[in-house]
């Protein structure tokens, strides 16, 4: 993965180019086809995930006394990060993630980039700030999706 590439990726904001670098030889690309699943919700996270190209669905399973129903949170779109649950223990997945059309996803194994942030505190530094701004302004979409949901299903 090239250093240009990567400075596409809020996640990487502000590393330098050697920083970059370093972590370009960790990524691996993979297509998805429309509906493919990336993860699943509960499973072990293994790998963070960068949306190179297309869209994929953050979806939340439910389970209620009716059934399951599924809630989309998110939609990640290109330069975007998900999945980060491979770098934030417990390390499992909290919602699972669904291709809505044919896509590109980087992966990093997350072992491999905290062994990287336990050698370069800086990059650890940098790349965990800039996650949790993500994870923060998420969260926040979240709430509101949530709040949309549950006032449509007659909830309180």
Not at 80 to 102: D, L, N
Not at 107 to 124: C, D, K, M, P, V
Request: aromatic residues 6%; hydrophobic residues 40%.
């Amino acid at each position: 993965m090239t250093i240009k590439e990567l400075k596409k990726f809020g996640v990487f904001k502000g590393l330098e180019d050697s920083e970059l670098e370093e972590i370009g030889e960790m990524c691996r690309v993979r297509t998805f086809g429309e509906g493919a699943v990336c993860f699943v919700q509960g499973k072990r996270a293994m790998e963070l995930h960068l949306c190179r190209s297309g869209k994929v669905d953050i979806v939340l399973e439910i389970t209620r006394p009716s059934g399951v129903m599924e809630v989309t949170l998110h939609t990640a779109m290109p330069g975007e990060i998900f999945g980060w649950s491979a770098v934030v223990g417990p390390h499992k997945y909290t919602a699972s993630a669904r291709c809505v059309e044919k896509t590109e996803d980087i992966t990093i194994r997350g072992s491999q980039l905290l062994e990287l942030f336990e050698q370069n505190h800086r990059t650890g530094y940098m790349v965990m700030r800039n996650l949790s701004s993500a994870v923060s302004h998420r969260l926040a979409d979240i709430r509101e999706t949530l709040t949309t949901v549950i006032a449509s299903q007659g909830g309180t």
